[in-house]
C-alpha cells in the first residue's frame, strides 16, 4: 500500500464533536466559530474596530446633514465652513477602514477555507473504503469547491453584514433616538412583523440549498463520467445519450436554484413595503410638526436619512438570513466528511506486529456489503508463510472482496483472518499493513517524481535504494534514459508512460516495501505481450521468497501457484494445484477449457 509522502494536518481538537442535530444553522455557525474561526481572534479583534469605525461614521452623517442644515436655516458661517470638512474627514475614514476591513476578512477566511480543506481530505484519506464507494470522486470533490464556496460566502456575510450593519443599525438607532425619541417608537413599530415570514423563507432555503449543492455534485460526476468516457462515447456515438444524462442534472439544478432565487426574492420586497409604510408615518407625524414649527427641517432631513440608512442595513439582514442557511447547509455536508469516524481502526489495546513470516488464514470468514447478499460465506483456506496462492472464479465471485480483508479494507463480518496466528483485527493497522505491498491492475501513480512514487514504498530509503529496486523491477532501462532520471515528473496519473512502464514502477514502489506479503490483481491483464514479459519478469523477482495471493482471470499466468482455490458465490468451492483441478473436471477445469477454446 502507497504510503502518503506526509500526513494531511488533522482537524482542531474540538471538531468532531457529538454532530448538532440536523435543521439548525445556529450550531452550525457556532461551530465554524468555535472550531475554524476563534483561533484567528486577534485579527478579528482588528477587524471589529475597524467594522467599529465603518459603523461609526456612517452613523455620523445624519448628524453633520442635520447640524449643516440648521447651519443653513440659521446662516451660520462657521458651521457651513466646517460641514464639507467634515463629510470628507468621515468619507475618508470610512473608506479606509472598509477596504482595511475587508482585506483582513479575505485573509482569515481564505485561511479558514484552507484548514477545513485540510480536515475533510485527512477525513477522506483516512475513512472507509465503504464510506469512499458511497459517492462518485467528482462529488466529493465538490464538497472541496462549491460546498466550501458557499460557506465561505455566509462566513463572509456573517462578519461584514451582520457586525458592521448590526453596528450601524445601532449606532444610527441612537441617533434616530437622540433625534426624536417618540417618531422612533412609531417607525419600528411593524418591525417585529418581519420576523415571522424571513423566518419561514430562510428555512425553505436551507432545504433547497441543500438539495442544491447534493445535486451539483451529482452534475460534476456525470460531467467527469461522460469526458472520461469519451473515446468509447465517440466510438459507440453515445454523445446523444451523454447529453441528454447531464442535461437532466443540469435542469434539476436549474429548478432548485430558480426556486431559491424565488424565495430570496421575496425578502427585499416585504422589507422594502415595511419601510415604505415606516416612511409614511415619518412623513405625516413629522409633517404636522413642522407645520406647527415644533420641528425644523434639519431634524427632518436628519431622522429621514438615518431612516434610510438603517432600512438599508435591515433590508442586507433579511438576505443575510437567506445566506447563512445556504451557508449552514454547506457546513453540514462539509461537516459530514470530517466527522466522519472509520469503523476500521486500531482496537483498544492493538499491538504492533513483528515481522512477519507470511502464513495467512481463512476461518468461516463471512462478509457482506451493507445489507445485500453476503459477498463471502463460510469460506476457510490456510496459505502457508511464502507460497503462492491464486484465487480464480468467474466475477463477482469474491476474489478481491477476499484479498481486501488481508489488509483490513474492509473487516470480516463473520469468522476471522489471521496472519501468523494473530487476528487482524487485533493488530495496529499500521504494523499489519506495512507488511502487505500491492500490485493491482491499475497502475497508481500520483502527479510527482518518479523517486517520490517508488519511495512511498518506504519514505526513508536512499536514492541508491530507489534505482536499485527500479533495476528489480526492469524499470530501470527507460527511467535512466529520461534527461532527469528518478527527478522526472509522471504527470496526472502517470500518463507520461506507458501502461508497462508505469506497472513497473508499481512493482519498484513494492520491491523497496519488501514486504513479506504480496497481493496481486490482475497485474499484467492489460499489457500487450512484450509489456506483459517484462513485467512478469519483475513479479517473479519480486514475489521471491514472499506469500503471495494473486487475482487471474489469465489462467495460464497461474500454472506455477503452489495453490489455486477456485471461487464461486462466495464460496471456495475447490482448492488444488493446475494439473489436479483439471483431472477433477470442476469449477476450474469449465473456466480453463473456456479460455483455451476462446484463445484458440
Keep these: 500500500m502507497a504510503k502518503a509522502a506526509a500526513p494531511a494536518p488533522a482537524a482542531p481538537a474540538s471538531a468532531a464533536p457529538p454532530r448538532a442535530p440536523e435543521g439548525r444553522s445556529r450550531d452550525v455557525m457556532m461551530r465554524m466559530w468555535r472550531d475554524w474561526l476563534s483561533p484567528h481572534w486577534k485579527r478579528l479583534a482588528v477587524n471589529l474596530m475597524l467594522i467599529g469605525l465603518v459603523a461609526g461614521t456612517?452613523?455620523?452623517?445624519?448628524?453633520?446633514?442635520?447640524?449643516?442644515?440648521?447651519?443653513?436655516?440659521?446662516?451660520?458661517?462657521?458651521?457651513?465652513?466646517?460641514?464639507?470638512?467634515?463629510?470628507?474627514?468621515?468619507?475618508?475614514?470610512?473608506s479606509a477602514a472598509l477596504y482595511a476591513q475587508r482585506l483582513q476578512t479575505n485573509k482569515i477566511l481564505s485561511e479558514v477555507d484552507r484548514n477545513l480543506q485540510v480536515a475533510m481530505y485527512g477525513a477522506l484519506v483516512r475513512a472507509d473504503l465503504a464510506r469512499l464507494d458511497r459517492e462518485a470522486p467528482a462529488a466529493t470533490a465538490s464538497r472541496f469547491t462549491t460546498d466550501i464556496l458557499v460557506l465561505h460566502t455566509a462566513c463572509e456575510k456573517l462578519i461584514t453584514a451582520l457586525i458592521r450593519d448590526g453596528l450601524t443599525v445601532i449606532g444610527l438607532l441612537g441617533a434616530l433616538l437622540w433625534i426624536d425619541w417618540e417618531l422612533t417608537l412609531y417607525a419600528l413599530a411593524a418591525l417585529p412583523a418581519a420576523a415571522i415570514p424571513i423566518g419561514n423563507i430562510g428555512r425553505r432555503l436551507r432545504r433547497i440549498a441543500r438539495r442544491s449543492n447534493e445535486e451539483a455534485a451529482v452534475m460534476a460526476g456525470r460531467v467527469a463520467e461522460g469526458l472520461g468516457g469519451i473515446r468509447l462515447s465517440k466510438t459507440y456515438r453515445l454523445e446523444g445519450y451523454l447529453a441528454d444524462k447531464a442535461g437532466e442534472t443540469f435542469d434539476s439544478l436549474r429548478r432548485l436554484r430558480v426556486r431559491a432565487a424565488d424565495q430570496r426574492a421575496r425578502i427585499d420586497p416585504f422589507l422594502e413595503g415595511l419601510a415604505g409604510l415606516g416612511l409614511a408615518v415619518i412623513f405625516w407625524?413629522?409633517?404636522?410638526?413642522?407645520?406647527?414649527?415644533?420641528?425644523?427641517?434639519?431634524?427632518?432631513?436628519?431622522?429621514?436619512?438615518?431612516?434610510?440608512?438603517?432600512?438599508?442595513?435591515?433590508?442586507?439582514?433579511?438576505?443575510?438570513?437567506?445566506?447563512?442557511?445556504?451557508?449552514?447547509?454547506?457546513?453540514?455536508?462539509?461537516?459530514?466528511?470530517?466527522?466522519?469516524?472509520?469503523?476500521?481502526?486500531?482496537?483498544?489495546?492493538a499491538t504492533a506486529l513483528p515481522r512477519l513470516q507470511g502464513e495467512l488464514r481463512f476461518e468461516d470468514v463471512s462478509f457482506h456489503y451493507g445489507e445485500g447478499v453476503p459477498a463471502l460465506a463460510g469460506v476457510s483456506l490456510t496459505i502457508p508463510a511464502g507460497a503462492k496462492v491464486a484465487l480464480v472464479g468467474r466475477s463477482g465471485a469474491g476474489k478481491t472482496t477476499l484479498m481486501n480483508l488481508i489488509p483490513r479494507l474492509y473487516d470480516v463480518s463473520g469468522g476471522r483472518v489471521a496472519v501468523d496466528g494473530h487476528d487482524v483485527r487485533d493488530a495496529t493497522l499500521e504494523s499489519l499493513r506495512g507488511q502487505v505491498a500491492v500490485v493491482g491492475q491499475d497502475a497508481v501513480i500520483f502527479d510527482d517524481t518518479i523517486a517520490r512514487n517508488v519511495g512511498f514504498g518506504r519514505p526513508e530509503a536512499s536514492r541508491e535504494e530507489i534505482e536499485q529496486a527500479l533495476r528489480d523491477a526492469n524499470a530501470w532501462d527507460f527511467v535512466s534514459a529520461l534527461p532527469e532520471g528518478i527527478d522526472t515528473p509522471c504527470g496526472e496519473r502517470g500518463l507520461r508512460f506507458s501502461g508497462g512502464e508505469r506497472q513497473r514502477l508499481t512493482i519498484a514502489r513494492a520491491m523497496l516495501k519488501d514486504a513479506p506479503i504480496l497481493l496481486l490483481d490482475e497485474p499484467t491483464s492489460a499489457l500487450d505481450a512484450e509489456s506483459e514479459a517484462k513485467v512478469r519478469a519483475a513479479l517473479d523477482r519480486l514475489a521471491e521468497g514472499r506469500t503471495v495471493v494473486v487475482i487471474a482471470h489469465r489462467l495460464s499466468t497461474i500454472r506455477d501457484a503452489d495453490l489455486i482455490a477456485a471461487m464461486d458465490g462466495g464460496r471456495i468451492?475447490?482448492?488444488?494445484?493446475?494439473?489436479?483441478?483439471?483431472?477433477?473436471?470442476?469449477?476450474?477445469?469449465?473456466?480453463h477449457r473456456l479460455q483455451f477454446r476462446e484463445g484458440a
Aim: aromatic share 8%; proline share 3%.
Design 58 to 94: 456612517t452613523s455620523a452623517y445624519p448628524l453633520i446633514i442635520k447640524n449643516a442644515l440648521d447651519a443653513f436655516e440659521t446662516r451660520d458661517v462657521q458651521m457651513i465652513s466646517l460641514a464639507p470638512w467634515l463629510v470628507i474627514a468621515a468619507v475618508t475614514a470610512k
Design 285 to 349: 407625524v413629522i409633517g404636522t410638526r413642522i407645520a406647527s414649527g415644533e420641528n425644523s427641517i434639519g431634524e427632518f432631513m436628519a431622522f429621514v436619512s438615518s431612516f434610510l440608512i438603517a432600512g438599508q442595513s435591515l433590508r442586507g439582514f433579511g438576505t443575510l438570513y437567506a445566506e447563512i442557511q445556504q451557508g449552514a447547509a454547506a457546513g453540514e455536508r462539509i461537516f459530514d466528511v470530517i466527522d466522519a469516524t472509520p469503523a476500521i481502526s486500531d482496537r483498544p489495546g
Design 573 to 591: 468451492v475447490e482448492t488444488g494445484r493446475h494439473d489436479e483441478l483439471l483431472e477433477r473436471g470442476g469449477l476450474y477445469a469449465d473456466l
